[in-house]
């Protein structure tokens, strides 16, 4: 019966029921691979060779001896490109080996220079090459005669197979997976069609390295493979998700590896990454706690390094678990995962583990929406005094933000953003330079410099890598990319250039695909264009639905812009109800930007019941709030309505002076729009300062009313860029009336005949013109 | 109505011993020993046949009679467990016999290599490589004749056993379900697909051919999912059937019993097993712990002793002792014999499971994690172990990290008290109070094993100034500790009497309040109190009665306080 024997193997490792996977302290295990290094330093040493050659050859040794097993071929190929004399050389003595009999090898091995006796040669034994080859030949002398067997057969599968193959393409499968593929049902031969297409010989070897990652490579992956390849997707992971293997390759992937080596518990936190990739709380969680359960044992190792032991990643796991339910939204939990953390690591005194838990405090406050700037600001004290530059910088990009959103001023927002700066090139933290870059880019377009931010968004964008792993690349996949570009793109839809928008949310797609951590960002952001552009074109019904979208990603937006469609579909009633709620949440909230915005709606629902008088005091509330967050956009934003307001309560003069005031910013750094309604207004104000009636009746200052002619002009100009047609119309009904006036009947007439065929197109009927800003 | 059907179904024992004989005959041909084991069992626990009854032996055909000698030459071979010798005299044999005993030596053959291949393998870097070589090569040949439908019940067990260890487990369980078909009464098979279900679900999906030995399967897949109600009423089904002499049957049933943590039951069943079979070793592992839970020395110590003697190399031997040891508060040694169990049989999921809790004892928390861990590899659904590694974080200080683990254990378990109970005393250490009371609330519904649900939820009421919930937990706790008989150990009796004094006397409830008082001055750490309390009660009964009872007498008519709950009344009691 077949489950008595079930694998009666016992495990030689395990000593007081811990697995020990050096039971001999033998790091290195001989390799066929490392037989055919140890062949190449022998033929280094013996024979003669010119000086360029073994200068390159010298360079070659170290990634050699370090990296992880090259495939026979890969590994000729490398030599053969320093050295070709040498490389037929060690062809040939690995063949004398392979195609002989066991005691080639042995006779191999004997007669290797031992570094104990070669005074003069490079393999001297505290020499670089003596030690690789004290541990060679130590390792070899252990192995039992059965095992040297094994490894004489090994060899020569190794040798035959690299020829088996043809020889133009090598497959870089690891050294002893059999190639019985044609058994394996699950095989995969047409991605090994895939490699030997892709597989360029010239390449050096860490690039063909990093091209293995591409493809799922069955069987078994020696120590150093296993951990390149877990490095390098954990990298990926972290810096750009979609050079990383999908989800369930990897996932694959991992699985394979945890099946022919358990004990490898960094693919564990991996399976982590990768379950939080998808979301997947179960998954994440149980891998999380089973990779922090076996990195306790191997803690003990841990001891001579230092730390004290497992008590060390006790702390680690407790604030990881913390960080796991933060990601997932459930503070409570994430609460008290910290606060166990913050405990064991006090009772430790773990400083620096507790500087972590204190960042990771703060940032759980502010997510809960809570203010944390007094924490925060401890988290920065400490963090310097313990020397920690990359909390203390995150920690001091958190309060900048935190200062901007409750209106300090910006010179001191910007001193404390270049202080961290100078930090971050001196420490090289590449990924904060990123960061500041993106949040630079955001303040700025806070405050309504969409030229200072266009201007930082662009210099993040053509910032190359700092990253080691991927220099010279030009663009990552973090968060600050993701927010640059979407705002690289509102930047270009305020200046109605949509085709623009549509190439960069294109990218957007590409760089952070649906699924991914950040999609909700660009999601959001394209939503909200969307919106905009329905609303400007006068397509309410278009608009609607989008609300709803919108509202999913992000509540508080999804209101306001509920909010404002039931505006424009005139029904005034829900949308003030919608509008005072939203202002009441963000109060609360402290969403400055948005609470002016909504008083600016709810003054703008004022005006359609004529109630002017009683929007003023909202308008300068408004106007007081927006400058004391230097919040200039929103600013001129208001001045504009505040003008509207007089010039609808008959002291147009005033109305003038106060536009002369926010002309200037709007123009210089404000969207399409409300260029348009800015001048669309001065037009207006003009016209009525001139002494201008609808009716024509009265005596007008004809010098202005042609400066308002021209006001118009520049007004169309705006509209018709953003195809505005409901105020395109108003803006000729003016100019019809204003040329009129003027007695210019041919142009009057144009005028007349263009509004008259915008109004036909409308259908709508037209609300009266004084009724809207 | 039931049953008279079942008899019905089991009405031909003779019929039933009849197959059982020639199955065994079947079985020990092809050295299939495990399963003819069972079924030798099982046809001893059956009357004795008469001598004319006996099944005629299987018929000899033509090919059988060509292979006659190959095979007899390869059988002893296989026998003394020259495995490659013996397949290379059966090469080239045509009869079906001799060619399941061919291709099982080659299986056989490649799992004796893997196993010693293991020992020297080529460090971490061939580590977990080793693997059978030989079962690419029986895959295909037994799939291409598993297509032209040659194969029989037994290669079609050996090609699902195939299957099942290259990891293709759909198709494992297909041919199992097949191979069941085609000769329902090789218990092997069956055992195989058990291992192979993972639910009720996959069991129901299954269609197994309608045969005595199908209530046999369906009684053990109860038993390992945990269905232990309808295991036992299986398993009392085919007692009364007639199978009532079967050791087996009773071994199963004492495991069900250990496995609801029905003691009692499941220790006389053993004791009952060993009288029948002394020298039995299978399962007398769960025996011992059976033993160590009741903390029962010498009958521990005779069992190991005994089982020593029989075989000292057994996994089932070295647990006992490891126990044993454990009784002893030797936790080293019993470490070292769980290691010593775990050499002989690294899948047995006990021994790791217990040589966590030796660790524990021993406080090296990391080799503890490390054992609990390895026991969840084994077997993902070990409460046990989920339980071990929450309690050794416990012990850490990390009761919010800990959670997961009771979590899991308590999903794996939903009745079970314990883990529940650990549940509730991590959330209240967590300060979570509402979620430390649910959970108290519901060890103590679901039948709190230790007592101690009751006792945590009133203190945890008390501590909460919830004076009338925790008196109605206390009442609640007396009683139960009162109606359960024997004494605990730890039982709080003092403390619940010493606050239910208190409450009724807070309460004016004073004959109440007195009869605690008085129950009090039974135990030593409360009889000061007690007597204390007496004496303010005749105190306050003094003034009631003397002069000023004028003044209190419209209170004596009212001395009922207006939240007056009976401790007793239940219905308004949701925690």
């Keep these: 019966m077949a489950s008595v024997h079930e694998s009666l193997y016992f495990n030689p490792m395990m000593t007081n029921g ?48 370090q990296g992880p097993d090259l495939t026979l071929g890969q590994f000729l190929k490398t030599v053969e490109e320093c050295c070709p004399q040498t490389a037929y050389a060690v062809k040939l003595r690995l063949h004398e080996m392979a195609d002989g009999e066991l005691k080639d090898m042995e006779y191999f091995f004997s007669t290797l220079p031992t570094p104990f006796t070669a005074f003069d040669s490079e393999a001297y034994k505290t020499s670089v090459v003596g030690l690789f080859m004290r541990h060679m030949l130590l390792a070899y002398n252990k192995l039992s005669f059965s095992q040297v067997y094994k490894l004489y057969k090994s060899l020569q599968h190794y040798y035959h197979s690299h020829y088996a193959k043809p020889t133009d393409g090598q497959v870089d499968l690891p050294a002893l ?31 063909s390295e990093l091209r293995n990652d591409n493809t799922p490579s069955r069987g078994p992956l020696s120590q150093k493979q296993a951990e390149y390849f877990l490095a390098r997707q954990a990298y990926l992971l972290k810096n750009d998700e979609n050079k990383a293997l999908k989800p369930a390759a990897l996932q694959e992937e991992l699985n394979n590896m945890l099946k022919f080596n358990p004990d490898f518990a960094e693919a564990h936190y991996l399976n982590y990454l990768n379950s939080m990739r998808v979301q997947d709380i179960f998954l994440s969680a149980h891998c999380l706690l089973h990779y922090f359960d076996r990195l306790i044992l191997s803690g ?57 838990c204190l960042s990771w405090l703060y940032t759980l406050e502010q997510m809960k929406g809570s ?123 305020e200046q109605g250039l949509y085709g623009a928008v549509s190439e960069i949310l294109l990218h957007l797609k590409e760089q952070f695909p649906p699924h991914s951590q950040h999609a909700k960002l660009w999601m959001l952001c394209d939503l909200k264009i969307q919106f905009e552009r329905h609303m400007n074109e006068g397509k309410y019904h278009l608009a609607e639905p989008l609300v709803t979208a919108i509202a999913a990603i992000n509540k508080t937006e999804g209101l306001y812009r509920k909010g404002q469609v039931l505006k424009a579909l005139n029904r005034s009633t829900e949308a003030y109800s919608v509008l005072q709620r939203l202002q009441v949440h963000c109060e609360r909230t402290k969403c400055t930007e948005v609470v002016i915005r909504v008083m600016l709606s709810t003054a703008e629902l004022h005006w359609e019941s004529s109630g002017f008088s009683t929007a003023l005091p909202l308008l300068l509330q408004a106007l007081s709030l927006a400058r004391q967050h230097h919040l200039q956009q929103l600013a001129s934003e208001t001045i ?97 009336q204003l040329h009129r006036s003027l007695g210019q009947t041919s142009q009057c007439n144009k005028s007349a005949m263009l509004f008259r065929l915008l109004d036909q197109e409308l259908q709508s009927p037209a609300p009266p013109v004084s009724m809207r800003l | ?188 098979a069956w055992l195989e697909l058990s291992n192979l279900v993972t639910n009720i679900e996959m069991l129901k999906s299954l269609s197994l051919p309608d045969c005595w030995i199908k209530d046999f399967f369906m009684a053990h897949m109860y038993t390992e999912l945990q269905m232990i109600k309808e295991a036992l009423q299986k398993y009392q089904n085919l007692i009364e059937a007639g199978f009532s002499k079967s050791t087996y049957i009773i071994s199963q049933i004492a495991v069900a019993y250990h496995n609801i943590r029905d003691i009692d039951q499941a220790l ?144 794996l378990r939903p009745n079970d008290s314990r883990m529940l109970v650990a549940l509730g005393e991590s959330y209240e250490k967590l300060s979570q109070q509402l979620e430390a009371k649910k959970c108290y609330w519901r060890a103590y519904s679901v039948g709190d094993v230790e007592k ?37 150990e730890h039982a709080e009796v003092s403390t619940a009497l010493r606050y239910l004094g208190q409450y009724y006397f807070k309460n004016k409830l004073y004959d109440e309040a007195s009869l605690c008082a008085q129950r009090c001055c039974d135990y030593n750490d409360a009889r000061e109190e007690g007597k204390a309390l007496l004496r303010q009660i005749s105190q306050v009964r003094d003034q009631i009665e003397t002069p000023s009872a004028d003044l209190f007498a419209p209170l004596s008519n009212n001395n009922t306080p207006v939240r007056r709950v009976s401790p007793l009344n239940l219905i308004s009691f949701t925690p």
């Excluded at chain 1, 010119?50 to 200068?55: D, I, Y």
């Excluded at chain 1, 678990?321 to 773990?350: K, M, P, T, V, W």
């Excluded at chain 2, 039933?16 to 065994?24: D, N, R």
């Excluded at chain 2, 020395?297 to 002792?321: F, G």
Aim: charged share 25%.
């Design chain 1, 371 to 493: 203010d944390s700037t007094v924490l925060t600001e401890d988290s920065v004290k400490m963090a310097a005094h313990f020397c920690l530059p990359y909390l203390a910088s995150l920690g001091i990009q958190s309060l900048v933000q935190q200062g901007a959103t409750q209106g300090k001023t910006a010179h001191k927002l910007m001193d404390a953003l270049k202080d961290t700066d100078i930090l971050h090139w001196k420490h090289s933290l590449s990924e904060l330079i990123e960061i500041s870059l993106a949040q630079t880019t955001s303040i700025w377009r806070m405050y309504g410099k969409s030229t200072m931010a266009l201007q930082q968004a662009q210099l993040l964008l053509n910032m190359s890598s700092l990253e080691p792993v991927n220099f010279g690349v030009q663009q990552n996949n973090t968060e600050a990319f993701a927010v640059a570009l979407c705002h690289l793109a509102e930047l270009h839809a």
């Design chain 2, 268 to 411: 006389a069943l053993f004791n009952e097993l060993r009288e029948q079979d002394p020298y039995r070793i299978d399962n007398m592992d769960t025996f011992s712990n059976l033993l160590y839970v009741k903390s029962m020395k010498p009958e521990l110590s005779y069992l190991a002793h005994n089982l020593v003697e029989i075989d000292k190399y057994r996994v089932e031997t070295c647990c006992v002792i490891g126990n044993y040891y454990s009784l002893r508060s030797q936790h080293e040694k019993a470490a070292l014999y769980f290691q010593r169990a775990l050499k002989l049989n690294p899948r047995c999921l006990g021994a790791w499971t217990l040589m966590g809790h030796e660790y524990m004892e021993m406080k090296n928390t990391s080799a503890a994690i490390q054992a609990y861990r390895h026991a969840i590899e084994v077997n993902k659904r070990d409460y046990r172990a989920w339980y071990g590694l929450g309690q050794t974080y416990e012990i850490l200080k990390m009761p919010f990290y800990c959670l997961y683990y009771y979590r899991k254990a308590h999903q």
């Design chain 1, 300 to 356: 003990n190792e841990g001891k001579s390094n230092g730390d004290e032991g497992y008590g060390r990643s006790l702390r680690y796991a407790a604030l990881n678990l913390a960080s796991l339910h933060c990601r997932f939204g459930h503070y409570q939990q994430a609460d008290l995962a910290l606060q166990e953390a913050i405990r064991i690591a006090q009772e430790s005194n773990d400083h620096v583990c507790l500087q972590h």
């Design chain 1, 18 to 65: 811990v697995v020990h996977a050096n039971v001999f302290g033998i790091k290195d295990w001989v390799t066929p691979y490392k037989i055919s290094v140890l062949a190449l330093l022998y033929d280094m040493t013996a024979s003669k060779i010119t000086l360029p050659e073994r200068r390159r050859l010298n360079k070659l040794i170290l990634p050699l001896q």
């Design chain 1, 640 to 736: 504009l309505h505040l003008a509207f307001t007089q010039l609808m309560l008959g002291v147009p003069e005033h109305a003038l002076r106060v536009l002369h005031e926010a002309i200037e910013p709007v123009l210089a750094h404000g969207s399409v729009m409300d260029k348009g309604r800015a001048l669309l207004l001065t037009a207006r104000c003009q016209m009525a300062v001139a002494g201008f009636r609808p009716n024509g009746q009265g005596q007008a200052d004809l010098p202005l009313a042609v400066l308002a002619v021209d006001t118009l002009n520049e007004a169309a100009a705006y509209f018709s860029k953003l195809n505005c047609k409901e105020r395109l119309r108003d803006v000729h009904y003016l100019q019809a």
């Design chain 1, 177 to 207: 997976v059999a190639d019985d593929s044609d058994m394996d049902l699950t095989s995969t031969e047409d991605t090994v069609g895939d490699r030997i297409d892709r597989e360029e010989m010239d390449t050096p070897l860490h690039e």
């Design chain 2, 1 to 188: 109505m039931k049953m008279a059907a079942l008899c019905s179904e089991f009405g031909d024992l003779v019929q039933i011993k009849k197959q059982l004989i020639s199955v065994i005959s079947l079985c020990k041909e092809r050295g299939l020993l495990h399963s003819s084991k069972w079924a030798s069992e099982l046809a001893f626990a059956l009357d004795r046949l008469p001598k004319d009854e006996l099944p005629p032996s299987s018929p000899f055909t033509e090919e059988d009679a060509q292979d006659l000698d190959a095979l007899t030459l390869a059988k002893s071979y296989f026998d003394l467990k020259e495995y490659d010798r013996s397949a290379y005299f059966l090469k080239g044999c045509c009869s079906r016999k001799a060619y399941f005993l061919y291709m099982y030596s080659r299986y056989l053959s490649g799992e004796k290599k893997k196993d010693d291949e293991t020992v020297d393998s080529l460090g971490p870097l061939e580590k977990g490589q080793v693997r059978n070589e030989a079962l690419r090569e029986l895959r295909v040949e037994l799939s291409k004749k598993h297509n032209a439908g040659e194969l029989d019940g037994f290669t079609l067990y050996l090609y699902g056993v195939v299957l099942r260890k290259l990891d293709l487990l759909k198709e494992a369980v297909e041919v199992f379900v097949e191979a069941i078909h085609m000769l329902p009464l090789h218990w092997g």
């Design chain 2, 452 to 488: 101690m649900a009751l006792l945590k939820l009133a203190k945890l009421h008390e501590q909460l100034n919830e004076s009338d919930d925790a008196a109605q937990c206390y009442m609640l706790y007396i009683q139960d500790i009162f109606s359960c008989g024997e004494q605990l």
